[in-house]
């Protein structure tokens, strides 16, 4: 069983560009969540995608947004890069939203620098 | 607004000793609270999930428990070792849509 995974590992980018993050879900789950982890503090959740719909938002800007693929793989896309966002890119798969399925697994994050 | 508090921010601590990191919740109404612990600059690796109606779970060496009425969990280390030394976070499930909300975490150092 594969479990999550994330591309790139790392990334710079400068202030103003965009940034595309991929995440491919554990297999059998349909759930990805996604999280911002800077340096010293906990995860912050961003958003939730479920059967290729939007299925909850935290606290971040519209210029962040997200996309789910018919076989559950997700991308975040970051515009108008800020320098606070760099930050370690967390994503979490489960096989459900709710319920008894959704223990929450997540892969090895994808490190972005902003200069 | 659900706050997740993780006391203490680090521990130092020679291999053998049992230790308790602690966790506390300031809404009681969560779904499940989830264990997890993080290698510097790695991804979190689930270690316990407690769902809402159950008051301990184990795994080996780890032991995790979870008091609702109090908004408070802690995780039990048996036999510390060095390969320990780690983040360990806490974070509990709270809304309709499994949103994790975490504290801080507790940064473990295990020195032989």
């Known amino acids: 069983e594969t479990g999550v995974t994330q591309s790139p590992t790392h990334l710079i980018k400068t202030r103003g560009q965009q940034v595309t993050l991929r995440c491919s879900s554990q297999?059998?789950?349909?759930?990805v969540s996604w999280y911002q982890q800077a340096l010293g503090q906990g995860p912050q959740f961003i958003f939730q995608y479920y059967r290729e719909e939007e299925n909850g938002r935290g606290n971040f800007p519209p210029r962040f947004s997200g996309l789910q693929f018919p076989n559950y793989s997700s991308e975040l896309n970051v515009n108008a890069l800020e320098l606070d966002d760099s930050a370690l890119y967390l994503c979490?798969?489960?096989?459900?939203?709710?319920?008894?399925?959704?223990?929450?697994?997540f892969g090895p994050g994808t490190r972005l620098t902003v200069l | 607004k659900q706050e997740v508090t993780q006391i203490p921010a680090a521990l130092s601590v020679p291999e053998g000793e049992n230790l308790v990191l602690n966790c506390s919740f300031t809404?009681?109404?969560?779904?499940?609270l989830q264990w997890f612990r993080q290698d510097p600059g790695k991804g979190l690796t689930s270690l316990l999930l407690i769902q809402s109606s159950q008051r301990e779970q184990t795994s080996g060496r780890l032991n995790a428990s979870l008091d609702k009425s109090s908004g408070r969990s802690t995780l039990y280390i048996a036999a510390s070792q060095p390969g320990d030394s780690a983040t360990y976070l806490c974070?509990?499930?709270?809304?309709?849509?499994?949103?994790?909300?975490f504290g801080a975490g507790t940064r473990l150092a295990v020195h032989p």
């Open positions: 297999s059998g789950h349909n759930t």
């Open positions: 974070a509990i499930i709270s809304g309709g849509y499994n949103k994790l909300i």
């Open positions: 809404d009681s109404a969560i779904y499940n």
């Open positions: 979490a798969s489960s096989l459900e939203p709710r319920g008894s399925g959704n223990e929450q697994f």
